[in-house]
């Protein structure tokens, strides 16, 4: 495997050189914000990294169906192809499934 070089390393780094996580919520942040505003460019792999970051689990179905479970409430989507951008109406369906889940009000 190769070695990863310092700058790869920074952005994931602390000043104390420890693993931090604001910028991955700052990323989950700025998807919610974008969501709210229901752009047509969204991508839908930032959703479901927004899933996963509350919890979700994310199984396949078939074809591009999948199942999000979400503190234990489900959303049923379809994976965008050949594409990865998410139309409004499953943008909409994902702040509903969060709002069920309590993730936002």
Known sequence: MEAMK???LSP???DDGKK???RVVEKHDKTLEAMRRM???LRWSDVE???KHYGATITKGSGSAITVNLKGHKGFFHR????????RGAIGNAL???KRAGIIK
Request: proline residues 12%; glycine residues 0%.
């Open 49 to 51: 990294a927004l899933f």
């Open 6 to 8: 310092e700058t790869e």
């Open 96 to 98: 509903e499934l969060l």
């Open 39 to 41: 752009p047509a460019n």
């Open 80 to 87: 965008p192809h050949p594409e990865d951008k998410a139309d």
């Open 20 to 22: 931090c996580h604001h």
């Open 12 to 14: 994931d780094l602390d």
